[in-house]
């Protein structure tokens, strides 16, 4: 069956710092992989989509990054974090054309 | 660009009483889905409807689907406590290659006793 792993669970960061969020799925090939953020008002952000290698869509023009180095693992980064980008962060994979996505566990971050 | 509206945003209700969800969108969709999440947690897939006048039932939760009106309701039977969470609907574009979910904005559905 498969799964996708996300971490850290929780991670707080300064102002100015660097982040890395890492997602990994196992048990499926080329999966669609995607980055939602859901802030405090409830709604989930569409942030990046990839649907292969090196294949990165961007949904929203901010200071954050995606990247695609494996089939199976995508990465948000950001080189200088800014409060705004404090939420709970989501990957998420989808298999056949029609399928739902599958979310991981998320990550909280919080900027301070 | 495709929108997707829930309502309402915001439903307490008894135990026991029946309720509906509404989830409109904007565009021609011919695939809609809800979503369960709960307080701190990460969203959980619930229903997937892939055609007009589908239907979808697990335990008290059903769900339908009319693409001509673009309307997907949650209904809910018999509210117990243990169905309090946030419900998200989600659609995406039909036609093409289209890999995005658009969500609504949830509704945070509280039973009480």
């Known amino acids: 069956s498969q799964t996708i792993h996300q971490w850290p669970a929780t991670l707080v960061q300064p102002v100015g710092s660097p982040l890395s969020l890492e997602c990994t799925v196992e048990g499926t090939s080329n999966p669609n992989l995607y980055w939602y953020r859901q802030a405090a008002g409830r709604g989930l952000q569409l942030l990046f989509y990839s649907v292969g290698i090196g294949q990165i869509s961007s949904e929203v023009p901010q200071n954050l990054s995606a990247s695609r180095p494996q089939d199976r693992q995508f990465i948000l980064s950001s080189k200088k974090l800014l409060l705004s980008d404090s939420g709970f962060y989501l990957c998420a994979w989808r298999g056949l054309f029609r399928s739902p996505l599958h979310f991981g566990n998320g990550t909280r971050l919080t900027v301070t | 660009e495709l929108k997707v509206e829930q309502n309402p945003l915001f439903l307490s209700m008894q135990e026991g009483k029946n309720y509906t969800i509404y989830c409109n969108y904007s565009?021609?969709?011919?695939?809609l889905y809800w979503y369960r999440q709960d307080p701190g947690k990460s969203l959980e897939s619930l229903f997937v409807?892939?055609?007009?006048?589908a239907v979808k039932q697990e335990g008290r939760l059903m769900a339908s689907l009319d693409t001509k009106a673009r309307l997907s309701t949650l209904h809910i039977t018999a509210a117990v406590h243990d169905l309090s969470a946030t419900y998200f609907c989600?659609?995406?574009?039909?036609?093409?290659?289209?890999?995005?979910?658009?969500f609504g904005k949830g509704t945070l559905l509280t039973v009480n006793p």
């Open positions: 565009t021609t969709s011919d695939r």
């Open positions: 989600a659609a995406t574009n039909s036609g093409g290659s289209n890999y995005k979910l658009t």
């Open positions: 409807l892939l055609s007009n006048g």
